[in-house]
């Protein structure tokens, strides 16, 4: 017997989530991560929460979102070997986020199950994108 409340995911491990507003939504998210993915979820939550506790979260595109009140700076997806950290403004950023994108001022830092998080480097990135203009979505 399946169950049927439990959520589903991409051929990435990118859990499917109903898009929703608020902490319950990226809660959710994070709890449908799989495997080692699901500890580093909830330490990045913690740690832009701790940064910014007035954080503002989404789900949209089966992505949580963090913000503030003049947009969003920070995303994470699931893939299959690495979690991806998307930050909106990342070209600003000192430094730089090391992986590039397509969409203009755009970075993404993935971290692999053998990595781990640097805790300080993500915080100091949080606090530099809170100072920035948001992104729209």
């Known amino acids: 017997m399946t169950d049927t409340n439990k959520p589903t995911h991409s051929s990435s491990t990118n859990p499917y989530i109903p898009k929703g507003d608020g902490d ?25 929460v701790k940064a910014f506790p007035e954080v503002r979260k989404q789900v949209r595109w089966n992505t949580p979102f963090y913000g503030k009140e003049d947009g969003w700076f920070l995303a994470m997806y699931c893939y299959k070997s ?41 915080v100091s990135w949080i606090q530099q994108a809170l100072k920035l203009p948001g992104h729209k979505l």
């Open 24 to 48: 319950p939504s990226v809660q959710a998210y994070i709890s449908a991560m799989p495997g080692w993915k699901y500890e580093l979820g909830r330490q990045i939550d913690t740690l832009i």
């Open 82 to 122: 690495y979690v991806q950290i998307t930050f909106m403004t990342g070209s600003s950023l000192d430094p730089v986020p090391p992986k590039a994108s397509k969409v203009e001022g755009t970075r993404y830092l993935d971290i692999h199950e053998d990595e781990g998080l640097d805790e300080d480097q993500l």
